[in-house]
Every structure is written in C-alpha cells, then in structure tokens.
C-alpha cells in the first residue's frame, strides 16, 4: 500500500536558530528595526483591543452579550485585508501604512475622549480597528523587503519576536497609567502610540 513517510518530512539536521545570537547584526540594519518597531505597535495595539474594549464596553453600561459583539465586530475587520492588499498594489505599502496607524491613532485617542458619548466610544473604537486591519494587510511587508536573503531565517527569528514584545509592552505599560488615571487614559496613550508610529511610517522606502 506504499505506507511511507514523505521524504520531505524529516528530522532538522541544524540546531533551530537562537534569536539571541542576532540582534545585534539585526537592529544594526535600520530598515529592519524599524520594521520591527512597527510591528511591535500594531501587535500592541491588538492587545490593547482584546483586553482593555471589554472592560471599556461593560464600563460604558452595555452588557456582556453588546461587550462580545463589539469585539466581534473589531475582529471581523480584518477580513477587508484582502481590500488592503489591492490598495497597496495601487497606492504603495508606504502610503497604505501611514494611513493605517494614523487614522488608528486618532480613532483610539477619539475613544478617549467620547467617554461621555457611549455608542459613539463604540463606533470609534470599531473604526479603530478597521484602520488597524488597514495595517494588517502589509505589516510585515518592509521587513520581508529589507532582509538580505542569505540571513533571512536569522533575521526572521529576530523578527517574529515583535509578537511576543507586543503582548508584554501593554501589561508593563498600562496598569501603571491606570494606578494614577482613568480608563480612558489607557485609550489616549494608546492612540498616542499609534500616531507615532505613522510618523515613524514615514520613514520606509517610498519606492515600497
């Protein structure tokens, strides 16, 4: 009956590559640390989603059954990517990425201040994540762009680590902010983050 394993499915012959030993030959490259640094903040951002707009919804007086659609509502912007992804054929990655964290930015800062207004705290922070799916769409574009090819899975398992800082910056950064301010101040920092980063956005490649 042919019961074989598939010769392509086989032990590693290597040893897997130790992140470690390549951040400094990494964030010596700046294209490649800036790409770094913007992924770190839109998988903050993220973060900052799916455990401060839970609290924000029940603390806006909706109930848990509104708190889950909202979230759900965020989520499902991500399945415009594919919208993104045509947008930045005609536009450029550039463009398309500056446009995601800047209206992100302003969108979540905006949920800070509309505190009062509950729904509209509620479209803003859907808004927010429309633009952060906008970001979604080509976030790891300048890094696959900027890496050499012959250090590619180096430079790669210095990268992917961008998820793992983007879920460990928020938990440091905002229960000290809500030891001294309202909740609102985790909103504004927040959009704050993301303003700059479309600054910092500014500085990929323009033929990207």
């Not at 398309?96 to 800062?109: C, E, H, I, R």
């Not at 992917?160 to 985790?186: E, I, M």
Request: hydrophobic fraction near 55%; include cysteine.
């Amino acid at each position: 009956m042919r019961f074989t394993d598939d010769p392509a499915v086989a032990p590693a012959r290597k040893r897997p590559v130790n992140p470690l030993n390549h951040l400094g030959r990494f964030f010596r490259q700046p294209r490649l640390a800036l790409a770094w640094g913007l992924a770190v903040g839109r998988a903050g951002w993220w973060y900052m989603f799916f455990v401060y707009a839970p609290i924000l919804i029940v603390h806006l007086g909706f109930g848990e059954e509104r708190t889950g659609m909202v979230v759900s509502a965020g989520m499902a912007c991500v399945f415009a990517v594919p919208l993104w992804g045509l947008a930045a054929r005609r536009w450029g990655v550039r463009k398309l990425l500056f446009a995601g964290y800047l209206f992100s930015g302003f969108a979540t800062f905006a949920v800070a201040a509309a505190f009062g207004t509950p729904w509209l705290a509620v479209a803003l922070l859907i808004g927010a994540a429309l633009a952060t799916s906008l970001i979604d769409g080509a976030g790891n574009v300048p890094f696959f762009r900027a890496v050499h090819p012959f250090e590619r899975p180096e430079m790669t398992s210095v990268f992917t680590t961008y998820r793992d800082f983007g879920q460990l910056a928020p938990p440091a950064v905002f229960p000290v902010l809500l030891q001294s301010f309202h909740l609102s101040a985790v909103f504004a920092a927040a959009g704050v983050g993301m303003a700059g980063l479309a600054w910092l956005s500014r500085f990929i490649p323009r033929r990207l």
